[in-house]
């Protein structure tokens, strides 16, 4: 099986910050240490009093009588200055070895001095601290860093999930000012998510299998600032089926654009960059990649698999073919054209394109017929196999599901400032579409009782349907390959 990107949840890529503080207060309140293991939290509505509860309520109101649960002085505001400032003198308390006022503190060379105050940034808004201080100035806290702004916690994970959505960073840093009245600067939302720029890159280089039975390759396409000049650049996004007939996402590039060209281009370059990236993360066998009938990737394929079979993809055929077709009549000339796709072989497939481009639907539109003509050597080892093959070979519905909702989330970007940030987004993308689908499957199975037909996850690790009879077939055609 492959290394995959198995990432928890956006929101809980650092910890969920409340929860934590939630059971270091709770601990704190019974005896400055953390539960024994197993033994089940008190809730907290049993360990605060009323009265606490009153106040709370009390200093929340609004103008208009409603709650504030967020912001600089909110109710959550004030729950999370209280649990930081507990915890924090338990921390001065193990830093010094004796508890406030304790007679072992006498003669111990150091001591409390005091408190500074401090405002700090977290996921619910600003937050005012009293942070304690030792007269050696030794101590260093762990919870609130010296010199540090915010909580790194929930606050970082809210502005990666809300990058992750396709807000730019000046979009977040107005939606926090507003929502919760966090002031930060651009230059530190970047920073950030600049963060995650070390798990993409390794996720990109991880090891993969050594054999795929099938490498779709597709791409959608974005503006990105290169060589000063924004432009249009097709971000290429690699699906594969492993031996276990699982998919998975394979990496993403991107065109570089020469120094002395004014656009990027899918160069012979490029292409034998990406099958040398494949190979240098393990991959030595490919039965079967599919493509939209990229220029140069037949040659660099097959100079790095020998034995790979390069097909063109039905679907991208079929869409090309109709681009010149007027509405009206697009779902006849696909009706015609599909009849080569269905066709028992290669002869009864060139029958049917004969007798669609002798029809009048074909005489209408003879650059319907001569993109098929064109594509024919390519398309031909589709025929080649049974319904269950060629249904993993033509239905692409997952990776253009998966650039569709990609697509959804960079069209709310203006332009990118380069490629890192292309591949941020999308790597970020891609966790939050399987994450979101896992957890609406996993809320309407809680709902109803029952077990969903829809697939937990879009593509990460999803089992093709009907695979071992694809299995099987491919064995025969490719023996010695895949088991």
Sequence with gaps: MPVTYQEPGLAGRAGDQGTDLVRAGAAAH?????????????????????RLLDALLDRSRDEAGGLRLTGEGSMLGELVR???????????????????????????????????????????GPVGLQVPRDRAGSFEPVLVPKRSGRISGG????????????????????????VYGTDLSAESVSRITDAVLEEVRAWQDRPLDPVWAVVFLDAIVVKVRDNHVVQNKPAYIALGVDGDGEKHVLGIWL??????????????RFW?????DLRNRGVRDILIACCDGLAGFEDAIHAAFPQATVQRCVVHLIRNALRPVARRDAAAVAAGLREACTAPGEEAALDALARFSASPLGRKYPQ??????????SFTPFLA???????????????????????????????????????RLLWLAIINIEDRRASERAARRRETGKRSDQPGRLIEGQRVMGWREALTELAVAYPGRIT
């Design 82 to 124: 209280a649990v930081l400032e507990r915890a924090l003198e338990a921390e001065l308390t193990a830093h010094l070895g004796y508890g406030k006022g304790d007679p072992a503190g006498r003669g111990s060379g150091n001591s409390r001095n005091g408190v500074i105050a401090k405002q700090v940034q977290t996921g619910v």
């Design 272 to 276: 034998a960059g990406i099958t040398a």
């Design 385 to 423: 196999f049974s319904p269950p093959v060629r249904k993993l070979l033509y239905t692409t519905n997952s990776i253009e599901s998966l650039n569709y909702q990609l697509r959804k989330v960079t069209k709310a970007r203006g332009h990118f400032p380069g490629d890192d940030a292309v591949a």
């Design 30 to 50: 019974h005896d400055g240490g953390n539960p024994r293991s197993g033994e089940p939290l008190v809730p907290l509505r049993e360990l605060m009093d009323d």
């Design 155 to 178: 606050l970082d994970d809210m502005i990666i999930s809300l990058y992750a959505h396709g807000m730019t960073v000046r979009d977040i840093v107005h939606h926090l000012r507003q």
């Design 255 to 268: 065109a570089r654009t020469p120094l002395e060209s004014a656009a990027a281009g899918e160069s012979a």
């Design 368 to 377: 319907a017929v001569r993109v098929w003509e064109d594509a024919w050597d």
